[in-house]
């Protein structure tokens, strides 16, 4: 652990970036952060930690973050720097004049999963309370919606169903469309652990990605899928299991809805979802398909892993459902080794969406047109809500175009960065009378703000984080607020200016909250936390230590549906124009967008994007390693360095997304997960050509 000067003192908190959630005791020098260090006792990570988080204090610091609330009539003025009265009356008064002017439904916002949850609680309570509709999202829209769609339908609740630990019982282990070892280093490593002690590897990804092939680890089968083709392969698995004889017929039996499970039975049975019907699509030798699924169906405990390379497609909530679909028919759900665990890419994924920031949910999952649900809040809150699910990030984006949606408050997210199709993205901002950024730094979003205020880091922060195995951990300030107000507090003022009277006295108050009003978190407190650690939701009656493993005895739902998974290709075509598939992931050293890492010493190891191409495909092109190459899709073209990799297959080129200047997401499509919008980043044909650019 590097260290910059003696500490003096120290204070436990979680990591800011990934939904592994690790425990650090930050030490300090006076006010300044002088190391992190793994705390032992942490539940997720017992000890152990990864060079992105080690170094997460660099940017609490950093000269670029931006400490006074700033305001401007026009995105073409320039910045004015006033008190926080003036920034919030600002904010106010503009979204009071647009909803007399447009009416009640023409502003929304947007939470983050970078936040405390009771920092995105107070943002969805300020958007259903305040500013009286549903307009509320999630960044997580873009990543993990599919999950809660496909988890909620098929389980009954949005959240995967093991803890980290439990991977120490797998014997065979699935990863598709993840990279631990890159994206989620600690939990990556503490896999690696146990493959190294004989648990079998099945790894179904375009990419070589490391697992594949590693010291001492070898995967009996890597299942190198083309990209769009997830379901057909899932469904192919499925076929095996299922006319081989080799579903758990006891646990279906009395575990899972038996109409469904007969109509899911004769759907892949069908000859059309074989692995000889669908080899040419995939691109797989029907043959592997087949021994994976034996040895899924048959190696002991048997755990799927995933991550956005499952979700972030058009049919990305299809596709967890045939996860879900492949878990129960082996019998792998509701102990120790096994389960089906989504891997988020954000630290609060899993807290943002649990605290109600999707439009058509109250806090736990509820929907808003539950009228006893409803009702509870509405007696909480003094307040009378809509039941009408509200406006999703595209069709905000989409009637900002039209002209009907005119104000947004976004928290901590750089949706002009992160979001798909960049061109509408901009248009959609630009016609915006009031966006509202509350933020560390000047991102590329805020250049169209007209109110910037500042946030605090999570070294600032007091609250939970919620992480990918639902643990609940603290985060706990560690320096003074840099900006002289929380984050929840700014929230809070700007919804009393907008009329709705909502005060606290501490975070603590707004967590008891969320206990008194959502069942799964009704014996959560931070007296709790700091007692004991953390703990996994669900905590209530039943449950009253936390619930580390779910849906021991019975589904959530009651009993387990199947639900019919009918591969459907994507609308995105390659052809001659656009030849080859790019696909977008993550590596070690950075987080997201780069926005925290670029501003840390995690900058030395990472200071471009690259395009990694086929060695064949390069010299088809003429393109030699490192070049410089444009990549063109129909939506428009980047420009990047290459680095010709035997890691990719044929045809299919990938890039990570950590700097602005490589503008990934100004070529990805404008398709959709068909259920829940998320987009489709990892799909997009594209040719790719020398570049005269230096
Ligand atoms: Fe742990 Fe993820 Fe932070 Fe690394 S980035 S220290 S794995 S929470």
Redesign the pocket.
């Given at each position: 652990v590097e260290q910059h000067g003696t500490p003096t003192r120290a204070v436990s908190t979680?990591?800011?970036?990934?939904?592994?959630?690790?425990s650090?005791r930050a030490e300090l020098q006076g006010d300044q952060v002088v190391r992190m260090v793994?705390e032992k006792t942490g539940g997720?990570?017992e000890g152990?930690?990864?060079?992105?988080?080690?170094f997460?204090w660099g940017y609490a610091t950093h000269k670029d973050r931006i400490t006074t609330p700033m305001v401007r009539e026009k995105t073409t003025d320039p910045w004015r720097k006033v008190d926080w009265d003036e920034a919030i009356n600002f904010a106010a008064d503009r979204f009071k004049k647009i909803q007399e002017k447009y009416g009640q439904n023409a502003i929304g916002g947007i939470t983050s999963s970078r936040c405390t949850n009771e920092e995105v609680y107070v943002v969805q309570k300020m958007i259903r309370a305040a500013f009286r509709n549903n307009n509320v999202d999630t960044c997580a829209r873009v990543c993990h919606s599919p999950t809660g769609y496909g988890l909620k339908n098929t389980f009954g609740t949005s959240a995967g169903t093991q803890n980290f630990k439990s991977v120490e019982k797998s014997d065979v282990i699935l990863v598709i469309g993840a990279n631990p070892t890159d994206a989620?280093?600690?939990?990556?490593s503490r896999m690696k652990k146990r493959l190294r002690q004989g648990a079998k590897l099945i790894v179904a990804d375009p990419r070589r990605i490391e697992l594949v092939e590693t010291p001492h680890i070898k995967a009996s089968h890597h299942l190198q899928l083309r990209p769009g083709t997830n379901v057909a392969l899932m469904n192919a698995l499925s076929h095996v299991v299922v006319t081989e004889g080799l579903v758990n017929e006891a646990f279906v039996a009395e575990r899972c809805d038996p109409v469904e499970f007969d109509r899911w039975r004769t759907f892949v049975a069908e000859e059309r979802n074989s692995p000889e019907a669908m080899a040419d699509k995939i691109g797989v030798d029907p043959q592997e398909i087949r021994k994976a699924a034996r040895l899924f169906a048959t190696g002991g405990n048997a755990a799927i892993y995933y991550g956005l390379g499952v979700t972030e497609h058009s049919q990305g909530s299809t596709m967890v459902m045939c996860l879900a679909n492949l878990a129960m028919a082996t019998g792998n759900i509701g102990r120790e080794g096994v389960g089906v665990n989504p891997l988020r890419g954000q630290?609060n994924v899993q807290g943002s969406c649990d605290m109600g920031s999707f439009p058509h949910e109250l806090p736990g999952y509820r929907h808003v047109s539950d009228d006893a649900v409803r009702g509870s809040f509405e007696d909480d809150w003094g307040v009378s809500l809509s039941s009408d699910p509200g406006f999703r990030i595209p069709n905000m984006f989409a009637a900002a175009v039209d002209g009907t949606f005119k104000g947004m408050f976004v928290q901590g997210e750089d949706i002009a960065q992160s979001d798909p199709n960049t061109h509408h993205v901009t248009a959609a901002l630009e016609a915006l009378e009031c966006l509202v950024v509350q933020d560390l730094f000047l991102n590329e979003t805020a250049a169209f703000a007209h109110v910037f205020l500042p946030g605090t880091s999570f070294l600032e922060k007091d609250g939970t984080f919620t992480?990918a195995e639902r643990r609940i951990n603290r985060v706990r300030p560690v320096m003074e607020e840099r900006n002289g107000l929380s984050e929840w507090e700014a929230v809070c003022r700007l919804a009393q200016a907008m009329g709705y009277d909502m005060t606290y006295n501490a975070p603590s108050e707004i967590m008891d909250e969320i206990a008194r009003l959502t069942p799964a978190f009704a014996g959560v407190s931070f007296d709790r936390l700091d007692r004991e650690g953390s703990l996994q939701w669900p905590v209530n009656d039943k449950a009253p230590n936390g619930t580390p493993t779910m849906h021991v005895d019975g589904f959530v739902r009651g009993k387990g549906r199947f639900m019919i998974t009918e591969y459907v290709p994507t609308d995105e075509r390659t052809n001659r124009s656009f030849p080859l598939i790019l696909t977008t992931g993550r590596i070690l050293s950075q987080?997201n967008v780069g926005a925290q890492t670029r501003r840390t010493e995690n900058s030395r190891w990472h200071d471009q994007d690259v395009l990694e191409i086929h060695p064949f495909d390069a010299e088809e092109r003429g393109i030699a390693d490192g070049d410089m190459v444009s990549i063109q899709s129909r939506m428009g073209a980047v420009t990047l360095p290459v680095m010709i990799s035997e890691r990719m297959p044929q045809g299919v080129v990938y890039t990570t997304f950590h700097h602005p200047v490589s503008g990934a997401n100004v070529i990805t499509t404008e398709f959709s997960d068909w259920a829940t919008n998320c987009p489709e980043y990892k799909v997009t044909a594209v040719q790719v050509a020398r570049s005269n650019q230096p």
């Open positions: 979680t990591c800011a970036y990934c939904g592994v959630g690790c650090f793994p997720a990570n152990h930690s990864c060079v992105k988080g080690r997460a989620h280093p600690v939990f990556g630290n992480n987080y």
